[in-house]
């Protein structure tokens, strides 16, 4: 089967030009002015259309354990819903629980993906325990193509590791070329804080961002970087939330240290006023780092445009309000952690970063889908428009208003962040792998397409 994808503007991390688009089987073929239409079986005329790779978000939770219950969506429900919004790959995280050797980790993950994801998927590995032969089980994930790890210096006595296993962790990727993706926050000085609030009476969802304060994610950023640094490894850096672990970041990078970071979409366009809802709605913007105050917002935007933040990722981890959200309705530490947004991220960053001249077309494509794709192993085969690289394309309406909103979302999760948000830029077509999986609003993908992602070790982030 050949596509021909005709007469759109074609849109790269580099170049912005028109172009036709010819498509082979699941491969770009050919991108040139004025290719023969006799050349395909199909013709999609893209006319006022952005022709871009497809988005690729890096952080996702997809039937997630966590804090006494599940996310909402899992690998069906949640690639679906991505697919709406234009993003063609995501890479989830695999947690090995303590007591866990990472290869059960990686199975139970496979085998909640397999038959139900609908677009490419990879896998990150969280590690909770470097157990005998931690070290070398780490070399074998990264063989299986899991070619990045998180860790969390935050969540004591859940997920979180201590300094020793984290500076172990990086010396070995140091040496198999994987990268470490840390949640930093300093775990200790907020339990301390959260147990002083609850001890006070204080367990409205508020307090779960007056416990978490900007500088303990400030001090755990430097913490890491600093590891990092002395064990010879690059770091990237996950929800980013604050100036001040922005400062960090920039700083270190600054002095030509490889750290990398990603902010979300609930960080550049929400603020910490949304946990002070009335009627427990509080709770619907409970998630880790939490919301900060408003100052921080134009300070990430400005962090993305000029490269001190280097991915727009969404941190999805769908709770429903209903019956989720609600565990924690009289102790804000029982509230689940995580809010969704899978689907909105790219109408989100584009409305937001390119229609209000905060990013270019091309630091757009660059910050959702190219630099993704580098930093985590998988480029040039996506995050690029080029011969050789997967089809996996979005042609998008500059021009289609959009409003979010839970009613109409495909997420399965009963709110919105960003309900009532008024965007202008969709995803009108959506091609995986050369097919198309979403054409004005309708679905047409399966579950089960999407396939495992064998990701390389050395990616960007050691260039
Ligand atoms: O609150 C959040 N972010 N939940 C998901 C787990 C994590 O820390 O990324
Ligand atoms: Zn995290
Ligand atoms: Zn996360």
Not at 12 to 21: G, L, N, S, Y
Not at 146 to 152: N, Y
Not at 407 to 421: K, L, P
């Amino acid at each position: 089967m050949t596509t021909l994808i005709r007469s759109g503007t074609v849109v790269t991390a580099e170049r912005t030009f028109a172009a036709d688009v010819l498509i082979e089987g699941e491969k770009i073929r050919d991108i040139a002015a004025g290719i023969p239409v006799e050349r395909a079986d199909r013709v999609i005329d893209a006319s006022n259309l952005l022709v871009m790779p497809g988005g690729i978000d890096v952080h996702t939770h997809l039937d997630m354990p966590f804090g006494g219950t599940v996310s909402a969506d899992d690998f069906e429900t949640g690639t679906r819903a991505a697919a709406f919004g234009g993003t063609t790959t995501l890479i989830d995280f695999a947690i090995q629980a303590r007591g866990m050797k990472m290869r059960e980790a990686l199975d139970i993950w496979w085998k909640k993906a397999e038959n139900r994801a609908t677009i490419d998927y990879g896998l990150h590995l969280i590690v909770t325990d470097l157990y005998e032969a931690g070290l070398e089980d780490m070399d074998a994930m990264v063989a299986e193509g899991v070619a990045s790890f998180k860790l969390f210096m935050a969540y004591p006595g859940v997920l979180m590791v201590d300094d020793a296993t984290i500076f172990k962790a990086l010396s070995q990727t140091a040496k198999n070329g994987a990268l470490i993706c840390m949640h930093a926050e300093n775990g200790g000085v907020i339990d301390v804080m959260v147990q002083r609030a609850l001890a006070e009476g204080k367990k409205a969802p508020i307090y779960h961002a007056m416990t978490r304060p900007a500088t303990a994610e400030a001090e755990a950023v430097h913490r890491a970087i600093a590891m990092a640094e002395i064990a010879g490894a690059p770091v990237y850096i996950v929800h980013l939330s604050s100036e001040d672990a922005l400062n960090q970041v920039r700083e270190a990078r600054d002095r030509g240290v490889p750290a990398f970071a990603e902010t979300c979409p609930q960080y550049l366009l929400l603020s910490v006023e949304e946990l002070a809802r009335p009627d427990f709605e509080g709770a619907k913007y409970v998630f880790t780092p939490p919301l900060r105050e408003k100052h921080h917002l134009p300070k990430l935007w400005n962090g993305l445009k000029h490269d001190h933040l280097q991915v727009v990722s969404t941190d999805h981890c769908p709770f429903c309000f209903a019956d989720q959200k609600t565990l924690g309705r009289d102790d804000f530490t029982k509230i689940p952690n995580g809010g969704p947004g899978v689907e909105n991220r790219l109408q989100l960053i584009y409305h937001h970063g390119v229609n209000q001249g905060r990013l270019s077309l091309n630091r757009f494509v660059e910050l959702v889908s190219t630099t993704p794709a580098k930093l985590f192993g998988l480029y040039p085969r996506k995050g690029e428009l080029a011969a050789g690289s997967d089809a996996d394309i979005v042609l998008w309406d500059p021009d289609e208003a959009h409003l979010i909103s839970a009613a109409t979302h495909h997420m399965r999760v009963d709110y919105s962040m960003f309900e009532g948000f008024s965007v202008k830029g969709n995803a009108r077509t959506v091609l995986s792998r050369g097919e198309i999986i979403v054409d004005k609003g309708a679905f047409f993908g399966s579950a089960g397409r999407g396939r495992f992602l064998k990701r390389a070790a050395r990616g960007g982030a050691w260039k």
